[in-house]
């Protein structure tokens, strides 16, 4: 039973738009979430968390919004440039805080278009 | 669909044991599968990529011979940790690819190692 969804293998975008990803989680327990970008080739590299103490948290041009009570997360990008193209996978941490263990979501996709 | 096991989930040894965890592939055939460590604030290390029927590459900084890998099938990945120390202690965690641009990639549930 997958316990983190990212339901959209893939999203385009335009340059300058926004990008949107989405993310649902089932376990109530979780109470820390992360974003990680995958280039190809590469491993996955963190880009930005959020605790369930908050509903947003805020990097530059990314964002991250928790709602807890639908369990549901997202990362915003914007202005989404050619360089935000990659996979990007949401994690959740298993109840632990910060140094708990990880679970992935399937990953989304992202091209950005020039 | 494409799912990632990995077994143990936690294993507790002594210092000089060695342990190995088994990565696998259940609804699908990984053409390669990659070892992570996470280390603190959930930055994620890759250990090696593994291609079946192929020895695995290692990344720089990983010795090949503590963390044996197997690829035994298009399914089935081993890692062992050999003559475990306290500071190998850590959360592995695996993800294997079904496709060669290995852009897609499924992750396991990780296993937890505490070394005593």
């Known amino acids: 039973d997958q316990q983190v969804k990212q339901n959209s293998p893939s999203l385009s975008v335009q340059e300058g738009r926004i990008s949107i990803l989405n993310c649902d989680y089932t376990?109530?327990?979780?109470?820390?979430f992360l974003w990680y970008k995958k280039y190809p080739a590469e491993g996955p590299t963190f880009l930005i968390s959020?605790?369930?103490?908050?509903d947003k948290n805020e990097d530059g041009r990314f964002t991250v919004f928790l709602n807890k009570s639908a369990k549901h997360l997202s990362l915003h990008i914007v202005p989404s440039q050619p360089g935000d193209s990659a996979v990007y996978f949401c994690?959740?941490?298993?109840?632990?805080?910060?140094?708990?263990?990880?679970?992935f979501g399937k990953g989304t996709k992202l091209s950005v278009k020039p | 669909g494409a799912v990632v096991s990995q077994h143990p989930s936690r294993v507790i040894c002594k210092s000089g044991t060695s342990v190995k965890i088994e990565c696998r592939s259940l609804?699908?055939?990984?053409?390669?599968m990659f070892w992570y460590r996470q280390f603190p604030k959930q930055s994620l290390m890759l250990m090696a990529t593994?291609?079946?029927?192929?020895?695995?590459?290692?990344e720089q900084g990983v010795e090949k011979d503590k963390f044996l890998i197997n690829h035994a099938s298009l399914t089935l990945s081993t890692l062992t940790v050999t003559s475990a120390h306290p500071e190998d202690s850590s959360f592995y965690i695996c993800?294997?690819?079904?496709?060669?641009?290995?852009?897609?990639?499924?992750f396991g549930p990780g296993t937890r190692l505490l070394v005593l």
């Open positions: 993800s294997a690819s079904l496709t060669v641009d290995q852009e897609t990639q499924y």
């Open positions: 376990n109530s327990m979780f109470d820390y």
């Open positions: 959020i605790s369930s103490i908050k």
């Open positions: 994690a959740a941490s298993d109840g632990a805080g910060s140094q708990g263990n990880l679970i």
């Open positions: 609804d699908f055939q990984a053409t390669t």
């Open positions: 593994s291609n079946e029927g192929s020895k695995a590459t290692y």
